[in-house]
C-alpha cells in the first residue's frame, strides 16, 4: 500500500507516535493487544484494498483528510436519510442495538478523557453528579444544574460563564413549566448538536466541511417538510415493524402531544439525526481529533482507547457493548430498551460538557489547552482520576 502513502503496520497503531500510543513490542504480544489484532485484521485488509481499488483518487482521500472526512461524512448522512425514508423502525430499533454503546464510549473519550477534564474534581461534582440525577430520572432540572455549575467553575472569560449561566436559568424556567416538553426538545436536539460541534472540533485548513453540515440541515428541513410523506406512504405497506418498535408507541415517545402529520415527521427527524449523532462520535470525531492528517487503522483505534482508558477500563466497556449485542440476539427490543435505560440522561451530560469545553477553549473544542500537561496523554484512566483526587 505504498503506492497510496498509507500502510497498517502490524503494531496498528499507524505510526502516530506523537499521539502516545505504545507500539513496542511487548505491547503487541500481550493477550488485548493479540485479540484486538486478531478481529480487526480483516476489516483493515478489507479497507486496504477497497482503497488500493480507488487508485490516484484513493491517495488523494487518504493523503487530504479534509476531503476524506468529508466525502464520509456526506456518505453516512446521506445514507442515513434513505434507510430513515424505507426503513425507519427497523434503523430506531438497530441503531441504538449496534452503535448505542460505542456512540457513548466516544462521547466520554473526547468530550472527557482526551480533554482532561475527568482530572478535575470540580468538573465531576459539576456534571457527574448532576447528570447521575438525570440518569436516574430527575432530567431536566438536574441538567440545568449541570450547566449552571459548568458556568461557575469554568476557568473561562465572564462573558461566555455569563451567557451559559442565563442559558442554564431559561433551561430551568422551561423545565418548570413543562418537563415533558422539555425532555423532548433535548432529546431531538443533542442530535442535531452532535452535527454542529463536529463541525466546531478543530481548525481547518477549508470549508469543505460545510457540505455535510448543509447536506444534514437540508434532509431535516426535507423530513420536517414533508417532502417524503409520499413515499412514506408508497411503502408503508411493504415495510412489517419489528417487534417491540411501533407506530404509536413510537410516536408517543419521540412527538408526545403533537397531532398529525408533525408527529411522523418529528419522529423521521429523530431517527435520521440519531444515526448521525451516532455516526459523529464514532466515526468524524476520531478522524478530527488527532494530530495525524493520514487514517489510522482500526486495530490503531481500539489500542489507542485502550490507552486513554486502560485496560480494565477498555474490557469493560467492551463487554458492556458485547453484552448489548449478544442480548440483541435473544430479544432485540428489550436490548435496545436496556440501552436506553443504560443511556438515560447522557445528553444533558453531554451538552454541559460540551459546552464547558467551548467557554474554556472557544470555538475549536477539539484543541490541547496550554496547561495540558505533555505527559498526560500517556496516563490511563484510572491513573488520571488517582492523581486527581490526590491533589484534592
Same mark, same amino acid.
Given at each position: 500500500?505504498?503506492?497510496?502513502?498509507?500502510?497498517?503496520?502490524?503494531?496498528?497503531?499507524?505510526?502516530?507516535?506523537?499521539?502516545?500510543?505504545?507500539?513496542?513490542?511487548?505491547?503487541?504480544?500481550?493477550?488485548?493487544?493479540?485479540?484486538?489484532?486478531?478481529?480487526?485484521?480483516?476489516?483493515?485488509?478489507?479497507?486496504?484494498?477497497?482503497?488500493?481499488?480507488?487508485?490516484?483518487?484513493?491517495?488523494?482521500?487518504?493523503?487530504?483528510?479534509?476531503?476524506?472526512?468529508?466525502?464520509?461524512?456526506?456518505?453516512?448522512?446521506?445514507?442515513?436519510?434513505?434507510?430513515?425514508?424505507?426503513?425507519?423502525?427497523?434503523?430506531?430499533?438497530?441503531?441504538?442495538?449496534?452503535?448505542?454503546?460505542?456512540?457513548?464510549?466516544?462521547?466520554?473519550?473526547?468530550?472527557?478523557?482526551?480533554?482532561?477534564?475527568?482530572?478535575?474534581?470540580?468538573?465531576?461534582?459539576?456534571?457527574?453528579?448532576?447528570?447521575?440525577?438525570?440518569?436516574?430520572?430527575?432530567?431536566?432540572?438536574?441538567?440545568?444544574?449541570?450547566?449552571?455549575?459548568?458556568?461557575?467553575?469554568?476557568?473561562?472569560?465572564?462573558?461566555?460563564?455569563?451567557?451559559?449561566?442565563?442559558?442554564?436559568?431559561?433551561?430551568?424556567?422551561?423545565?418548570?413549566?413543562?418537563?415533558?416538553?422539555?425532555?423532548?426538545?433535548?432529546?431531538?436536539?443533542?442530535?442535531?448538536?452532535?452535527?454542529?460541534?463536529?463541525?466546531?472540533?478543530?481548525?481547518?485548513?477549508?470549508?469543505?466541511?460545510?457540505?455535510?453540515?448543509?447536506?444534514?440541515?437540508?434532509?431535516?428541513?426535507?423530513?420536517?417538510?414533508?417532502?417524503?410523506?409520499?413515499?412514506?406512504?408508497?411503502?408503508?405497506?411493504?415495510?412489517?415493524?419489528?417487534?417491540?418498535?411501533?407506530?404509536?408507541?413510537? =410516536?408517543?415517545?419521540?412527538? /408526545?402531544?403533537? %397531532? &398529525?402529520?408533525?408527529? #411522523?415527521?418529528?419522529? !423521521? @427527524? *429523530?431517527? +435520521? $439525526?440519531?444515526?448521525?449523532?451516532?455516526?459523529?462520535?464514532?466515526?468524524?470525531?476520531?478522524?478530527?481529533?488527532?494530530?495525524?492528517?493520514?487514517?489510522?487503522?482500526?486495530?490503531?483505534?481500539?489500542?489507542?482507547?485502550?490507552?486513554?482508558?486502560?485496560?480494565?477500563?477498555?474490557?469493560?466497556?467492551?463487554?458492556?457493548?458485547?453484552?448489548?449485542?449478544?442480548?440483541?440476539?435473544?430479544?432485540?427490543?428489550?436490548?435496545?430498551?436496556?440501552?436506553?435505560?443504560?443511556?438515560?440522561?447522557?445528553?444533558?451530560?453531554?451538552?454541559?460538557?460540551?459546552?464547558?469545553?467551548?467557554?474554556?477553549?472557544?470555538?475549536?473544542?477539539?484543541? =490541547?489547552?496550554?496547561?495540558? /500537561?505533555?505527559? %498526560? &496523554?500517556?496516563?490511563? #484512566?484510572?491513573?488520571? !482520576? @488517582? *492523581?486527581? +483526587? $490526590?491533589?484534592?
Amino acid at each position: 500500500m505504498d503506492s497510496i502513502g498509507w500502510t497498517a503496520p502490524k503494531d496498528a497503531g499507524c505510526g502516530e507516535s506523537n499521539e502516545g500510543l505504545d507500539t513496542n513490542a511487548a505491547d503487541s504480544r500481550d493477550v488485548a493487544g493479540r485479540l484486538m489484532d486478531a478481529i480487526c485484521a480483516p476489516i483493515d485488509r478489507l479497507r486496504r484494498h477497497a482503497i488500493a481499488a480507488l487508485g490516484p483518487l484513493g491517495t488523494v482521500m487518504v493523503r487530504d483528510r479534509e476531503l476524506r472526512v468529508t466525502t464520509v461524512a456526506a456518505l453516512m448522512i446521506l445514507t442515513a436519510l434513505i434507510v430513515t425514508i424505507y426503513a425507519p423502525f427497523y434503523l430506531l430499533l438497530l441503531g441504538p442495538v449496534l452503535l448505542g454503546v460505542p456512540h457513548l464510549i466516544g462521547d466520554v473519550c473526547y468530550l472527557f478523557v482526551r480533554p482532561g477534564l475527568h482530572r478535575r474534581a470540580l468538573v465531576w461534582l459539576a456534571i457527574a453528579v448532576p447528570g447521575g440525577f438525570a440518569i436516574a430520572g430527575k432530567g431536566s432540572l438536574a441538567g440545568a444544574a449541570s450547566l449552571a455549575l459548568c458556568a461557575l467553575i469554568a476557568r473561562a472569560p465572564l462573558w461566555r460563564r455569563a451567557i451559559v449561566l442565563l442559558a442554564a436559568g431559561l433551561f430551568a424556567l422551561a423545565a418548570l413549566r413543562s418537563r415533558m416538553l422539555t425532555d423532548m426538545v433535548v432529546a431531538h436536539g443533542h442530535n442535531v448538536f452532535a452535527i454542529v460541534l463536529w463541525a466546531m472540533w478543530r481548525k481547518r485548513s477549508s470549508h469543505k466541511h460545510w457540505i455535510p453540515v448543509a447536506v444534514f440541515f437540508s434532509a431535516l428541513a426535507l423530513i420536517l417538510g414533508g417532502a417524503f410523506d409520499p413515499l412514506l406512504r408508497a411503502f408503508s405497506s411493504l415495510m412489517r415493524l419489528p417487534d417491540g418498535v411501533g407506530v404509536s408507541s413510537s =410516536l408517543d415517545w419521540y412527538a /408526545p402531544g403533537v %397531532a &398529525s402529520p408533525w408527529a #411522523l415527521r418529528l419522529t !423521521l @427527524a *429523530f431517527i +435520521f $439525526a440519531q444515526s448521525v449523532h451516532y455516526a459523529v462520535w464514532t466515526r468524524l470525531v476520531p478522524e478530527d481529533d488527532r494530530a495525524r492528517e493520514t487514517p489510522r487503522s482500526f486495530a490503531g483505534s481500539l489500542r489507542a482507547l485502550r490507552k486513554d482508558f486502560g485496560l480494565w477500563i477498555f474490557l469493560a466497556l467492551g463487554l458492556v457493548a458485547l453484552g448489548i449485542t449478544v442480548w440483541a440476539t435473544w430479544d432485540m427490543a428489550a436490548a435496545r430498551l436496556g440501552y436506553l435505560n443504560l443511556s438515560q440522561g447522557h445528553a444533558y451530560i453531554e451538552l454541559a460538557a460540551a459546552l464547558l469545553l467551548w467557554m474554556e477553549r472557544g470555538r475549536h473544542l477539539g484543541r =490541547l489547552p496550554a496547561h495540558e /500537561p505533555a505527559h %498526560a &496523554s500517556r496516563l490511563s #484512566l484510572p491513573r488520571r !482520576l @488517582a *492523581f486527581a +483526587f $490526590a491533589r484534592m
